[in-house]
Each structure stands twice: as structure tokens, then as C-alpha cells.
């Protein structure tokens, strides 16, 4: 085996069961690991995700007040702590292919079934210290890519090598000021690419949603494009601040405004907001790219957003 050392990576198990966790504590410190944590509430696995003390989480699926899918990815989509590349391994006891992609599509990077053995669960961490899979981000995921190629008539996403805190904490004297500066550094990649990945969606739903408005067509179900729409422009706005993409804030808001304003009477909602949407979303996907007169197009809409919203809260006050 490699001259790795693990004494200073920092492992969280959890676990309803006590046995369980005594278990693989004990087969993890006979292997050289030193900082464990083990514990059996989802809460106590949040509050070390959030203070920054996990390095390694090795965790049972689901614990008696939590469940390890929202977890996860709130993790990977940096809404939880200070780093989106803890390595995960999920622990699961009885997998269907249901729960199996659930998991996976959270960003696990690794998920055994139980009853597992220790000799397995160290064999399986070592893989990931050497072999981590290199990250891709989509619209709704982040995470570990497991596709060998992409799927026919898809877009090619480029694969982004992540932080790796196993190895880099089993192989060399990082300091923890230069590792986090590096977590820092890729993070805002991923960052980037998910905002370009949320442009494409918001095209995306505008050319399913505005036609269903325009044929007469729309129902109940619209409420579900509209909602996703909302959430993916408003993750945009969060994701904008101290970026080189801080000029589309003000379109992201103005999708937000009209969309909250559809989603009000999304049966019956104003012409006039169905008309903006094809241009915001035109202009949101334009503004990720490199050209010169973005900034103006984007105050140009922006302004047209406002100017109707003025003429809507005259109107009401009339």
C-alpha cells in the first residue's frame, strides 16, 4: 500500500445502529484513522458539515430525523459549509434501483449495501483516497460523473478534477490555509458552470411554458414548470455575488418579478408577463457569454421589467 497516513482526516460515521458504528470505528482507527466522530442523529452530521469538520462522512442513508439525499446535496451545491467536496460514502440496507439513483443523483461518491465488513469499507475509502471520479455539473446535478460517455444528442459537459481531501491529507503536508484555498478555487468554478447550466434550463422552460400560454393550452401542470423556473432563477441571483457574472443580476431579478407575478394566477396570468419571458431568458443565456454589449442589453430589459411593474402598482392604486 502507498505511504499514506490518516491520522489527520477527519471522518464522520452515521448510524442508527450502535453496533454498527462501534465497527467501523474501531476497524477505521485500526487503519490509522484518528479523528472520528460517530453519530446516530442527521442533526448532529449537519452541524459538523456546517462548522467544517469533515473531511470523510460515512453515512447510513437514513437516520431517525433526516435523510442523507437533501443532505448531500446541499453539500455539493455549496448550501452547507465550507466545502462541496467532502468525500461521501452512503451505507444502505435495502437497495432498489429507486432508492440506489436517489442516492447517486445527490452526489454520493461511493454507496455500500449492509451488512458490510471492515475490510471491504477500508478497501472501498482507499479506492476513493487514489481513484476519485472527476466532477460534472448539470441544471439539478453536481457531483461525481459516472457516465463512460455522454448520452446520444446530448451536450458534452467537461469533466472538472475536485479537491480530493483523502489524498491530499494522506499523502503530503498541505497546510488546511492551502488546501481550503483550492476548495475556494474550484468551488467557484463549479460555481460558474452551474450558473451557465442554469441559463440553458431557463431557456429551456420558457420555450415549454409560453407556448402552452399562447395555444390556450396550459393547466394544473404548468404550476410545476413555473416553480422549477422560479427556483432555477433565483439560484442564479444567489450564485452571482463577487463573480464576473454579477451583471446579470438584474435580468435574474426581472425573471424572478415577472414569473412570481404568472405564478400568482398561473391559469390567467398578463399577456404582458408572457411576452417578457422569451426575452429575459434570451437575454440570461447571451449575458454568459463573452460579448461587449451585455451589461446595456441587460439594463435595457431590466428597465422595460420595471417601467411595467410601475405601470402595474399605478394602476392598482387608481
Do not use: W
Amino acid at each position: 500500500m502507498e505511504n499514506y497516513g490518516f491520522e489527520n482526516i477527519r471522518v464522520l460515521v452515521g448510524d442508527p445502529n450502535r453496533e454498527v458504528r462501534d465497527g467501523i470505528r474501531g476497524g477505521l482507527y485500526g487503519q490509522g484513522f484518528r479523528y472520528i466522530m460517530v453519530t446516530d442523529r442527521m442533526s448532529m452530521v449537519e452541524t459538523a458539515v456546517a462548522t467544517n469538520k469533515v473531511d470523510l462522512m460515512i453515512c447510513d442513508t437514513e437516520l431517525p430525523d433526516g435523510d442523507l439525499y437533501d443532505l448531500v446535496h446541499k453539500i455539493r451545491h455549496h448550501e452547507l459549509g465550507d466545502n462541496p467536496f467532502i468525500v461521501v460514502t452512503a451505507l444502505i440496507t435495502a437497495p432498489t434501483p429507486q432508492t440506489v439513483k436517489k442516492i447517486f443523483g445527490a452526489g454520493c461518491d461511493d454507496l455500500i449495501p449492509k451488512p458490510i465488513s471492515t475490510g471491504l469499507l477500508f478497501e472501498r475509502v482507499l479506492n476513493l483516497a487514489r481513484n476519485r471520479k472527476p466532477f460534472v455539473v448539470t441544471s439539478d446535478y453536481i457531483g461525481p460523473n459516472r457516465r463512460a460517455k455522454p448520452r446520444p444528442g446530448t451536450q458534452q459537459i467537461p469533466e472538472i478534477d475536485v479537491p480530493n481531501p483523502l489524498n491530499v491529507k494522506a499523502t503530503d503536508d498541505t497546510s488546511a490555509e492551502d488546501l481550503q484555498a483550492e476548495i475556494d478555487r474550484v468551488a467557484n468554478v463549479l460555481n460558474e458552470q452551474k450558473m451557465e447550466r442554469h441559463a440553458y434550463q431557463i431557456n429551456y422552460l420558457v420555450e415549454r411554458i409560453v407556448p402552452l400560454y399562447q395555444d390556450g393550452t396550459a393547466d394544473d401542470s404548468i404550476v410545476q414548470h413555473l416553480d422549477r423556473l422560479l427556483y432555477v432563477s433565483e439560484d442564479i441571483s444567489r450564485r452571482l455575488e463577487g463573480t464576473r457574472y454579477h451583471h446579470v443580476g438584474e435580468l435574474c431579478q426581472s425573471m424572478v418579478n415577472v414569473v412570481r407575478a404568472v405564478r400568482q394566477a398561473p391559469l390567467s396570468p398578463d399577456r404582458k408577463d408572457i411576452a417578457l419571458m422569451p426575452a429575459l431568458a434570451q437575454a440570461v443565456k447571451c449575458a454568459f457569454r463573452p460579448q461587449a454589449d451585455v451589461v446595456a442589453l441587460s439594463r435595457d430589459i431590466s428597465a422595460t421589467v420595471e417601467r411595467r411593474t410601475a405601470t402595474d402598482a399605478h394602476r392598482q392604486v387608481a
